[in-house]
């Protein structure tokens, strides 16, 4: 049985930095795209950073230059390093992996995989 377990939400204030990690089982993913997505209150869940099996790297506009995804594969797990972060990043961020390898286009993410539990991010003024 596959789980993604995410760590390390909580509540910080603007500007300070965050670390999510999310540590999968029950099968490998290293030839499989991994990705965070975030859903605010009465908002659509969104695609925030999405890594591929190639370790090329996808990030919507608002976390470019601030957000940091990355993997480590030995350990199964997918890391989203936030920076400079704005009360408009509180949300709860998901952790999703490809069920499909080899997998380049990130558009089809969030469909057909696997997700974690959530973890809440917020950010004060």
């Known amino acids: 049985q596959v789980q993604l377990v995410e760590s390390g939400g909580g509540l910080v204030q603007a500007g300070e930095s965050l670390s999510l990690s999310c540590a999968a089982s029950?099968?490998?993913?290293?030839?499989?795209?991994m990705a965070w997505f975030r859903q605010a209150p009465g908002k659509e869940r969104e695609l925030v950073a999405a890594?591929?099996?190639?370790?090329?790297?996808y990030y919507t506009d608002s976390a470019k230059g601030r957000f940091t995804i990355s993997r480590d594969d030995a350990k199964n797990t997918v890391y989203l390093q936030m920076n400079s972060l704005k009360p408009g990043d509180t949300a709860v961020y998901y952790c999703?992996?490809?069920?499909?390898?080899?997998?380049?286009?990130?558009?089809?993410?969030?469909?057909?995989?696997?997700w974690g539990q959530g973890t809440q991010v917020t950010v004060s003024p």
């Open positions: 029950g099968r490998t993913f290293k030839t499989s795209a």
């Open positions: 890594i591929t099996w190639r370790d090329s790297t």
């Open positions: 999703f992996a490809d069920a499909t390898e080899f997998n380049d286009y990130v558009s089809t993410l969030g469909t057909g995989g696997y």
